[in-house]
T-cell receptor
Framework: DAGVTQSPTHLIKTRGQHVTLRCSPI?????VSWYQQVLGQGPQFIFQ???????GRGNFPDRFSARQFPNYSSELNVNALLLGDSALYLCASSLTTSRPYNEQFFGPGTRLTVL | AQRVTQPEKLLSVFKGAPVELKCNYS??????LFWYVQYSRQRLQLLLRHISRESIKGFTADLNKGETSFHLKKPFAQEEDSAMYYC????????????FGGGTRVLVKP
């Protein structure tokens, strides 16, 4: 198993555009979470999905949305991009959301640059 | 609200010296605490979690609920310990979401 995979690796967009980031969890994992990591800071929680349902949402504007598919892969969408959206976007998967099976395994991230 | 604070941005130690990374948290309830590590050009990975009570790569961390701390310690630092370390918290009330501290960069000099 390659672990959590994310695509694309890097992305350059201009202000006002839309972006879709993709994540494939570890096989058997049913929960996917998304985090935003701005340079020099720790990751910040955006969304969590479990069994295709949203289980949590962080303090992000409605421009950010996500969904989880029947195969447990996930997409993060960001509309009307702003310069401040430039960051590393991390996806993490876990077996469940309950202890002790809630260890989150992270993907390599997608580096988004907004010009 | 839950918050994690890592007061040191950078820790520089010599090989063989002890290293301690501080982590303080605020959470009203029963938190679960983690230390994640990111080595150069690698993905973020779990180093240890307090419920496991394990020692991983010589690192230990004790949850002190009275002081709301979860400091990470290693008695003898190695060059391969040079990395970025993040303390994180998860609370039952908040589902499984992780709240991270700002991170501490550890540099172990030969």
């Amino acid at each position: 198993d390659a672990g959590v995979t994310q695509s694309p690796t890097h992305l350059i967009k201009t202000r006002g555009q839309h972006v879709t980031l993709r994540c494939s969890p570890i096989s058997g994992h049913k929960s996917v979470s998304w985090y935003q990591q701005v340079l020099g800071q720790g990751p910040q929680f955006i969304f969590q999905y479990y069994e295709k349902e949203e289980r949590g949402r962080g303090n992000f504007p409605d421009r950010f949305s996500a969904r989880q598919f029947p195969n447990y892969s996930s997409e993060l969408n960001v509309n009307a991009l702003l310069l401040g959206d430039s960051a590393l976007y991390l996806c993490a998967s876990s077996l469940t959301t309950s202890r002790p099976y809630n260890e989150q395994f992270f993907g390599p991230g997608t580096r988004l640059t907004v010009l | 609200a839950q918050r994690v604070t890592q007061p040191e941005k950078l820790l520089s130690v010599f090989k063989g010296a002890p290293v301690e990374l501080k982590c303080n948290y605020s959470y009203s309830g029963s938190p679960e605490l983690f230390w994640y590590v990111q080595y150069s050009r690698q993905r973020l990975q779990l180093l240890l979690r307090h419920i496991s009570r394990e020692s991983i790569k010589g690192f230990t961390a004790d949850l002190n609920k009275g002081e709301t701390s979860f400091h990470l310690k290693k008695p003898f630092a190695q060059e391969e310990d040079s990395a970025m370390y993040y303390c994180a918290l998860s609370g039952i009330a908040a589902g499984n979401k992780l709240t991270f501290g700002g991170g501490t960069r550890v540099l172990v000099k030969p």
